[in-house]
């Protein structure tokens, strides 16, 4: 055979291209490869996920509790500061009828439990347009049949940061502070009396018809609720049927005789709430309770408010993720109504149950304890 025939054939077998087995071992390792790719992908995907739906979760609780933060420390300002008024009952009418929505007492921080429900909290303060002091009934005294200035003036030791259309509260201290509460009628200042001594007291058809305010006693004293506000926070949806629940807050301002709602916080399902009371008078929280006090003695021993919150991360999760209530973790150095044993300690189970799907979900707990400032500054203490 020709060396030129030898070469020709050689460049035959060397352009025939792969064989049937090349190819599907090529083919193997592509399909090989892509399984991997997509399988790692989809992990990251699934993390990423994840890590998003906790993200959301923590931001959530932070928001929140930042918000009930702020209210509490600023509940029973104006109101607390001489223990008589605290939780005293409130009235107060406007153009001769009750005020819907109104807060039934000058508490500062009322805690509401209901059954296999998340708690709500109503925080109540004084909003002046200055500040807020107690100043002292006097001679002459108010007495709305008495004629003349008596009939038209309320006198006082000082009204220092009252201003003209400000809302007043008349206290009345209750006979024993260790059974009951007082008493709180509202009226109107029309004007500022000269050389701080005292306010005026129009009759007229809105706060100040003349069978709002009885006659004054020495007894007495005045405090300054400015606009007053009452809000109440709650769990609950969104909107009617919506799956998403949400921290929200109904504003009720006695000036405008009005509430208005917001939406505080998406993600938020459950709220449990609690008393931090002094029992033995030595300055410290010794236990928590669920009671609302209903004497002037028991809002004597309030100082602070503790609790939780159980927010839910927005993504959906494919399989089960949790399998039982989440739990707080209230310790065991102080007494919390409710609690189960974990572990060690001592815990409460909050609920996560707002839908048939709740497992499918991640959640968090966030807890704060407050101190109630107002409580802590009153005149009583010394402080």
């Given amino acids: 055979m020709s060396k030129k025939r030898l070469q ?12 049937l087995v090349e190819l599907m071992v090529g083919v193997g390792v592509g399909l090989l490869s892509t399984v991997v790719i997509a399988t790692i992908l989809a992990r990251s995907e699934q993390q990423k996920r994840n890590t998003m739906s906790g993200s959301d979760a923590q931001v959530a609780g932070a928001l929140a509790l930042f918000e009930l933060e702020k209210e509490v420390k600023e509940a029973g300002y104006g109101l607390t500061s001489d223990t008589a008024g605290t939780g005293c009952t409130l009235t107060a009418k406007y153009a001769g009828a009750v005020i819907a929505d109104i807060p039934p007492d000058l508490a500062p921080v009322v805690i509401t439990k209901t059954a296999d429900m998340p708690d709500t909290l109503r925080i109540t303060k004084s909003v002046p347009t200055h500040f807020s ?38 206290v009345s ?43 004054m006693s020495l007894s007495q004293y005045v405090v300054n609720l400015g606009a007053l506000e009452s809000s109440t926070y709650s769990v609950a949806p969104v909107a009617a049927g919506s799956p998403v629940y949400a921290l929200q807050r109904a504003q009720f301002t006695l000036k405008d005789r009005a509430v208005v709602n917001r939406v505080v916080q998406n993600g938020v399902v459950d709220l449990k709430a609690f008393y931090g009371v002094d029992s033995d008078a030595d300055g410290v929280v010794d236990q928590y309770v669920s009671d609302t006090p209903t004497t ?23 399989d089960k993720v949790t399998t039982s209530e989440p739990l707080w973790d209230v310790g065991k150095l102080a007494s919390v109504p409710g609690t189960v044993d974990c572990g060690t300690s001592k815990c409460i189970k909050l609920n996560p149950k707002v839908a048939a799907d709740w497992e499918h979900y991640r959640y968090k707990v966030f807890e704060v304890v407050i101190p109630i400032r107002n409580q802590l500054w009153r005149s009583d203490l010394g402080t």
Avoid at 161 to 168: P, Q, T
């Fill in 133 to 170: 002091i107690p100043a002292q009934v006097t001679a002459p005294l108010f007495n709305p049949t008495g004629g003349g200035s008596v009939a038209n003036t309320v006198t006082l030791k000082s009204n220092i940061g009252i201003e003209a259309g400000d809302l007043l509260a008349v």
């Fill in 296 to 318: 002037v003695a028991g809002w004597q021993q309030v100082r602070a408010v503790r609790m939780a919150l159980l927010t839910r991360s927005e993504q959906f999760e494919k």
């Fill in 173 to 215: 201290a209750p006979a024993d502070p260790t059974t009951g509460v007082g008493s709180c009628i509202v009226f109107q200042a029309t004007d500022i009396k000269a050389d701080h001594v005292g306010v005026g007291r129009t009759v007229d058809a809105a706060w100040n018809s003349i069978a709002t305010l009885p006659a």
């Fill in 8 to 19: 020709t054939m050689s460049s035959k077998r060397g352009s025939a291209g792969f064989t």
